[in-house]
Each structure stands twice: as C-alpha cells, then as structure tokens.
C-alpha cells in the first residue's frame, strides 16, 4: 500500500485556492469510480428509515406505473435502482439508465438481464441519444449534489421529460434532522483538512442542492409551472463500531482524498465517536436525505 493521498487537478486546485472548474470536477469523480466502483450502493443498501425503506425503494415509490411508461435513471452508478425497478415494476416498461463511470456501468450491466435496460455512457448535462419528451419519469439517486453546474442538468431533465411527467432525486438531506450525522460530518472533514485544508470550503457540487430553499428555487427556475415538493426523512444502519465506521464514511467523498495512513487514524476515532453516540446499544449511523419530487404540468 502507498501511503500517497488521491490527488487529482480538482484536489490541486483545491490546494491552489483556485476556482473549481467543471472538467476537474468529473475527473476527479470518475477516478473515485473508477476505484471504488459500487461504493455507493454499499452503504445505501444497508442504510433504512422507519418504515424499512432504503432511500433506493423510497425513490423508486416516485413511480407511477399506470402512467410511466420510459424510466430514466440520471447517474445510475452500479445499478441498484435500475434493478429494484425492473423486480418491482411492469416488465414493459422501458427502463434507461445514464452513468459517465464506465466502471459502474459494467456493475450495472452485469446485475441486469442482457437487454433489459439501455445503459448509455453519457454526461448527465447531454442527453443527446434522448429526443425531447421522450421519457415519463427521471430518477436521480445521490448524484444531483456532485453535478456543477447543476443548472445545465436539470435543463436536460426537463427537455427528455414529456409534459406530465414527473422528476424526482435523493439528494443530502439537512445535517440536523439525523441525530450524530453532524458530528460524524465534522470528524471525517477534520481529518481531511489535516491534509487538504480548503476541502469543505470547497466541496464537490452545487452546494444549493443541499439547501431545500435554493433547490426549490434552482427547480421552479429549470421546470416553470412544476409542482415542486422536498420531503426531508432519516435512514439509518447499525453494526459493530469499526464495520459501521467504514460504511458511514464512505458515503462521504472527501474520505477517499485521504492518504491511506489517515484514513486508517480517522477510522479509528470514527468508530470510538459510533460507539459513544448510544453507549450500551448497537452504535447507529443516520443519514439526512431530502426527496425531491417534480411534477410537470
Ligand atoms: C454517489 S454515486 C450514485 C450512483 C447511483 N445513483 C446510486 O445511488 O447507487 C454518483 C454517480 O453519479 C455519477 N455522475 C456524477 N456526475 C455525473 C455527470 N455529470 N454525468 C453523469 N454521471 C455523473 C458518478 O459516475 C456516479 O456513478
């Protein structure tokens, strides 16, 4: 194991204090795919809120399949969404799904029966292979937050949506409504600015995904006339403190910027930080996530 850190031209410019810039910033996110394929479903899957969901299925709830017929799935990853929706949902619906990782894409084609999904490799703000109002209903599971400029992408949303159709994204929800996700926010970001000072001055994305009031604003500017709701819910998942704290950190992207050697200190405080949240029961990890739901008129 080298004990070099990830740097990439979007971490240097970080370094630099120079202004993040779009190509950087997919870079940088394709490496990180490209090196941890299928991270994401790894926590999501295990993660559940009170009535058992994971945020995959209570997306997926966003689905109407009397009147969707086209699914797109916007940032599709490894494919979990595309493959809960093809075991819960009419077999002819069309179900399309768009990712700029090769890597995650193979993940998803590999989970899927040949031909029962169109998996396009392709940059969420260029939909070009979709014509105008060819699809009913676009899902969007934790990618909107990294995409900047978002503006470009929820433009392309709403020209490949058909009037009626219905948008709707699992996006980071506000730190204060999961109990401890702060705390775990700011051990995780302590470490990383140890190494990389300007990470969360800086972040990856459009930080006004992760504000209900500006992405209600960003959405009503990009679908004028929608009906726009955010609906903010928990999930949650529990295990031994060292496991927990391997999950729970790699739903946070600054963690693989880390050298090897300070992921394995901030582990280690990770987990006494778990096991002290709820002394004496099962450490516990909870994730704030807001559902974005858009309907077209
Ligand atoms: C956190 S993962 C989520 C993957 C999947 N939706 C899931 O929840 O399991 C984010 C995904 O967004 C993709 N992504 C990020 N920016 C993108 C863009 N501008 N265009 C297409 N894909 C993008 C990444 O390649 C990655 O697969």
Not at 162 to 180: Q, S, Y
Request: with cysteine; glycine share 8%.
């Amino acid at each position: 194991m080298t004990d070099a850190p990830l740097r990439t031209d979007w971490t240097d410019r970080l370094a630099r204090g120079t202004a993040p810039d779009p190509a950087a910033l997919r870079a940088h996110l394709r490496t990180i795919h490209r090196d941890h394929a299928g991270f994401t479903e790894s926590c999501a899957l295990r993660c559940r809120d009170a009535a058992g969901r994971t945020s995959y299925a209570r997306l997926a709830e966003a689905v109407e399949p009397d009147r969707h017929r086209v699914l797109l799935d916007v940032a599709c990853g490894s494919g979990p969404l595309l493959e809960l929706c093809h075991a819960t949902l009419p077999p002819g619906m069309r179900l399309i799904g768009i990712d700029m990782s090769p890597e995650e894409l193979a993940l998803a084609r590999a989970r899927l029966p040949a031909g029962r999904a169109d998996l396009v490799e392709a940059q969420a703000e260029r939909l070009d292979f979709l014509s105008d109002g060819s699809v009913d209903v676009a899902l969007c599971h934790w990618a909107l937050t990294l995409m900047d400029p978002v503006a470009p992408v929820l433009a392309e949303i709403a020209r490949v949506l058909a009037p009626g159709g219905r948008f709707a994204a699992i996006v980071d929800g506000p730190a204060a409504a999961a109990p401890g996700y702060g705390a775990v926010h700011d051990l995780i970001y302590r470490h990383v600015q140890a190494e990389l000072p300007a990470y969360g001055t800086v972040d990856l994305g459009d930080p006004r995904v992760r504000s209900a009031g500006d992405l209600r604003a960003l959405v009503h500017a990009a679908f004028p006339g929608a009906r726009v709701r955010v609906e903010t819910g928990v999930v949650t998942m529990s295990a031994p403190a060292e496991a927990l704290a391997r999950e729970a950190a790699g739903f946070f992207y600054a963690a693989f910027v880390l050298s090897p050697a300070a992921r394995v200190r901030m582990l280690a405080d990770l987990a006494a930080l778990l096991s002290g949240i709820a002394p004496g029961s099962v450490p516990t990890f909870s994730m704030p996530i807001n559902r974005l739901l858009v309907d077209l008129p």
